[in-house]
């Protein structure tokens, strides 16, 4: 089977309309000069005018005309379209949210890249339904949300009981502290009370020697004038 141009044109036309990517072909102008058989199902698939969708449209001036709730897509389209066509950068990426035809937001991710060794330049715009992968996002995004909610409640119950907890193990302290100085405080006045009872003990044993000496003196002296009366008597009585 002889390959000629028509074949290899037909099989790429044919390889194209089974992308599930919408694809379109730019000319320097920003024409659509090609779109794949997704591109042109996607109009009345989402309510979109059949002519913005098909060939000879300016899709600059397309996305320079867009407004409405989801019109900034289009701007930062616009913008990256126009990056690529004057070489600024090689290509372009861009995710966006645009309503179908029953109102649902449906997510789409645009890649813009030139065509290679294409003289005068053209480019290459794909479209690619990504709803599914922006919805796990979102639900990602979200768990992602509450779980530093979770985390953030948590570490304030935490700091709450480790504030607790510094507190009582300063207040402990503090009780060990004066504890310690109760205690020392009773050997204190207990050293000082057996100084005191041993001083008082000492302090009456003087007295009571000294009233004892006292005493015995007084006898003493009793003794020896009982003596010399006795004597005294005996004599006298001799003497008669």
């Not at 029953?102 to 690619?128: A, C, F, R």
């Not at 003087?206 to 003794?223: P, Y």
Request: hydrophobic content about 35%; aromatic content about 6%; some cysteine.
């Amino acid at each position: 089977m002889q390959v000629t141009e028509n074949t290899i044109s037909s099989y790429l036309m044919n390889l194209l309309d089974s992308l599930e990517n919408e694809i379109v072909i730019l000319d320097k102008e920003s024409k659509i000069i090609f779109a794949n058989k997704s591109w042109k199902d996607f109009a009345p698939d989402s309510g979109k005018s059949m002519e913005k969708t098909t060939t000879a449209i300016s899709y600059l001036s397309v996305c320079d005309m867009a407004s409405g709730q989801h019109s900034d897509g289009a701007s930062a389209a616009a913008t990256g379209i126009r990056k690529v066509l004057n070489r600024e950068v090689e290509t372009f990426s861009l995710e966006y949210p645009c309503p179908d035809g029953q109102g649902d937001i449906q997510w789409y991710e645009m890649v813009v890249t030139k065509l290679k060794n294409q003289e005068p330049i053209q480019l290459v715009v794909s479209h690619l339904l990504i709803t599914k992968r922006k919805e796990f996002e979102f639900a990602l995004n979200d768990a992602n949300k509450n779980l530093e909610k979770l985390v953030e409640a948590r570490t304030k119950e935490l700091s709450s009981a480790i504030d607790t907890l510094r507190e009582e193990v300063i207040l402990r302290r503090q009780t060990e502290a004066e504890l310690k100085k109760s205690q020392r405080q009773i050997r204190d006045f207990s050293r000082q009370l057996n100084t005191s009872i041993e001083r008082e003990r000492k302090d009456i044993a003087r007295e009571i020697h000294d009233e004892l000496g006292q005493t015995l003196t007084a006898l003493k002296l009793d003794i020896a004038w009982l003596k010399r009366h006795h004597i005294s008597s005996n004599t006298g009585k001799v003497q008669e």
